[in-house]
């Protein structure tokens, strides 16, 4: 079951799906947050923090697992997931650090990663909500179209184009991780909740495709489609080749 919601902007879609997080911080105090990186959510955390600082959000009992971490970067490096999260989130509210996971993208054993991360996930049944941010090919988490669902957490080779695309973030192309640690398809559908904020003219075929079209691992955020509880919280510009409701 997909529940669009419809924002003028980046900034309106932001305060919305924050609003979201912070009822499900109220509602359950003890929450276990799934999370995501990149520029989606960026102002979603910003609005988060401000509520925090208002005094109306506690995060003293709130964990976190997050989707994805390169491998074979260390976290002290500003390009890494793990460094993200710091500096737009954990260090600006009370959230306890040792209750926030991010894919150790320094343990090399991918095998070992993968599989203690993906227990982790399942110990505790799946996460309460999940955020989400939606590729513009749709890729959700690491998650690229393919031919196949990927079900657990995986070592990912990142495709030439994402790693042109992100090159300009490292010192040189060589610096470039050339793998990643994901969440699974199958990871991300045990969430109990989940919450997608896409934002963009660019994202615009990806959100219609992954919405009202067939469900394929072509088009990985389709499988959203067979979740029974997904929020898509949605700007004017990604909603555009959505029919008007
Ligand atoms: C981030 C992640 C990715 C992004 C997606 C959109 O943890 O897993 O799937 O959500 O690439 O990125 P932005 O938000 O930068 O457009």
Known sequence: MIKLIRTRDYDDMSRKAANIIAAQIVLNPASVLGLATGSSPVGTYKNLVAMYEAGDLDFSQISSYNLDEYRGISRSNDQSYY???????????????????????????????????????????????????????????????????????????????????NKRFFASADDVPRQAYSMGIGTIMCAKKILVVVSGEDKAEALKNSVYGPVTPQVPGSILQFHPDVTIVADEAALSLCPAE
Do not use: W
């Open 83 to 165: 460094y993200f999260m710091n500096e737009n989130l954990f260090d600006h509210v009370n959230i306890n650090k040792d209750a926030t996971h991010v894919p150790n993208g320094e343990n090399l054993d991918a095998e070992n990663e993968c599989t203690t991360y993906e227990a982790a996930v399942r110990a505790i049944g799946g996460v309460d909500l999940q955020l989400l941010g939606m590729g513009r090919n749709a890729h959700i988490g690491f998650n690229e179209p393919c031919d196949e669902f990927p079900k657990a957490t995986h070592c990912v080779d990142l495709t030439e184009s994402t790693i042109e695309a």
